[in-house]
């Protein structure tokens, strides 16, 4: 795993607009029935990553205005609650995050709520460049955090990892600390391992 320094990793310097895949009308990336596109390329190398293909900057294929009018057109379905933004690096790919999220905003407002997994904290991010500020400030949940291997907890809400957190993003703005999503339903919950009796 790695870990960078405030303004390290620059979209401009990795990102080739890549995405690794679109999944529209899922359950499981975030609450409610969702729309996810899946970027390319991942610095964090995060020992255990179930997308390690996608830590290529190269994988996948270009992302389009054609790809983006389709996922305008899914998300337009009554039954859709939102986007969700994975990778590979989102945070790492703000020119395409912000063109998505800038069009969802003009065509659904606040209608729709768009979430986002990242390997960077939200402290890390408060000390990171415009373009990744301009996009926390435009998602409505953050999942924090590098994956870690050694605190892996499948029991656990919409993560991986007991150090990952579901982030209200505006309140945590707001407050300049990280608050916790209100429909988190394990924050400060252990869980008792399951014994297979032979």
């Not at 003009?106 to 979430?115: H, M, P, R, S, V």
């Amino acid at each position: 795993m790695r870990n960078p320094k405030p303004k390290e990793w620059s979209s401009t310097d990795y990102s080739k607009h890549f995405y690794a895949d679109y999944k529209p009308f899922n359950f499981v990336d975030g609450e409610g029935v969702r729309c996810s596109l899946y970027v390319s390329g991942c610095l964090f190398a995060c020992e255990g990553c179930y997308n390690k293909a996608i830590q290529n900057f190269s994988y996948g294929q270009p992302y389009t205005r054609e790809l983006e009018d389709r996922i305008i057109d899914d998300l337009g379905q009554d039954y859709v609650q939102g986007m969700t933004l994975l990778g590979g690096e989102p945070f790492l790919n703000t020119e395409v995050c912000l063109s998505l999220v800038d069009r969802i905003r003009a065509e659904y407002g606040e209608t729709k709520d768009i979430w986002s997994w990242s390997g960077y904290t939200f402290e890390e991010l408060l000390k990171e460049s415009d373009d990744k500020l301009e996009l926390l400030s435009k998602i409505d949940i953050l999942v924090d955090g590098r994956f870690e291997l050694k605190l892996l907890d499948l029991n656990l809400q919409f993560r991986g990892s007991s150090n990952q957190r579901i982030l209200d993003v505006k309140k945590s703005l707001e407050k300049r600390e990280a608050v916790i999503w209100t429909g988190c339903v394990d924050a400060d919950k252990k869980f008792e391992k399951i014994r297979k009796e032979i």
